[in-house]
């Protein structure tokens, strides 16, 4: 299957390693910086293979490369443009969070998919920690009962020099702010797992530590499901001196679970009343990750290839992608109105939140 990448930056190795986990036919890379591919390629020691062509304009690359699968891993607001390019000419995508920025645009990258048959995949990669699945799996036999509430916590650390690596991070046109880039990973999560069908979300932002952005880096909300269960999502940036955690809880009648770790990848409290021996192995389990992505990229990448191989939906499919933007969307709304918000959201794009703190 002919592979290539769009945008080379920091998450793009990621990407590469996930392709080469997945033994693709890297055909070639593509950023408006030709170092950034140089760099890339070389941490994964392709630097010498002429084979993968090197390009700084995507709709060239797409249509004389014609590869089967692309990812996209450029800043966040052009990401439903690049995708809507490779849905019209027939190639399967992988986009890194968020989906796209706008509902509008989520919605027309589902449409336009849909229409072609072309299979689109959200970078949503920690749904396949090891972690994560146990709790899934444990879910979906129904051993948690009722589900009363939960939370995610995004408590990470991000400083002025994460951002001077690139101008477009923290700005409302390109990225948004805490909850956007770095907490949608875990609203992912928790809008996954309480159900996916929201009712209402009233939610608070402000900028506290980043005055050199337009945007957020504190985030908190409160959620409630139309099952009747409710959550709280908190997002920030501003943790000293570094990542603390990316924690979710869930409570039910039946089951407490405890997911932590820097990226949802330890369990560190699994109690259900129906316990034996095979819940054993999950108590104090731990992934090991080498930094706050995890491992998940090379899963979504191997489950996207059987997807297209077997022409069926992907696990963390573009409908996925539009549930955790809208919700971050919701509270963003919420932020800007003043008031609660309900769901689903008919549009809020175009994001500008000056003056709402």
Known sequence: ??????????????????????????????????????VLLAKHELQNDMS?????????????????????????????????????????????????????DANEIIRCSEEKHVKVSACHQNRFNIAVQEMR????????????????????????????????????????????????????????????????????????????????????????????????????????????EETLYIFGEKGTVKIGGTSTNNIDVWDFSDESEADIKNKGLQEETSNVYGNGHTSLFADMIDAIQNDRKPYVDAYAGRDA???????????KEGCAVSLPLDEFGSIDMRGTF
């Open 137 to 244: 799996h444990a879910l979906e036999a129904g051993r948690f009962g009722r589900l009363s509430h939960g939370s995610i916590h995004v408590r990470w650390n991000r400083n002025q020099g994460y951002y001077d690596q690139a101008p477009w991070r923290g700005t409302w046109a390109q990225d948004g702010g805490a909850l956007m880039n770095q907490c949608i990973h875990g609203i992912d999560l928790l809008r996954w797992t309480f159900g996916g069908e929201i009712e209402e979300v009233y939610g608070q932002t402000r900028q506290q530590f980043h005055d050199y952005l337009e945007a957020e880096d504190v985030g908190m909300a409160v959620v409630k499901f139309k099952n009747g269960a409710i959550a709280t999502i908190e997002g920030t940036t501003n943790v000293y001196p570094k990542n603390l």
């Open 1 to 38: 299957m002919r592979y290539a990448l769009i945008g080379c930056g920091r998450i793009a190795t990621n990407h590469m390693k996930a392709a080469v986990n997945n033994q693709l036919e890297i055909s070639a890379v593509c950023d408006v910086v030709p170092e950034h591919m140089e």
């Open 52 to 104: 993968i062509l090197r390009y700084t304009d995507y709709k060239s690359m797409i249509q004389e490369v014609k590869p089967d699968l692309v990812s996209i891993a450029t800043e966040s607001g052009i990401h439903a443009e690049i995708a809507l390019f490779c849905i019209d000419h027939g190639v399967h995508v992988i986009i890194e969070k968020p989906m796209a920025m706008s509902i509008s």
């Open 325 to 335: 933007l809208e919700l971050v969307l919701a509270i963003y709304k919420s932020q």
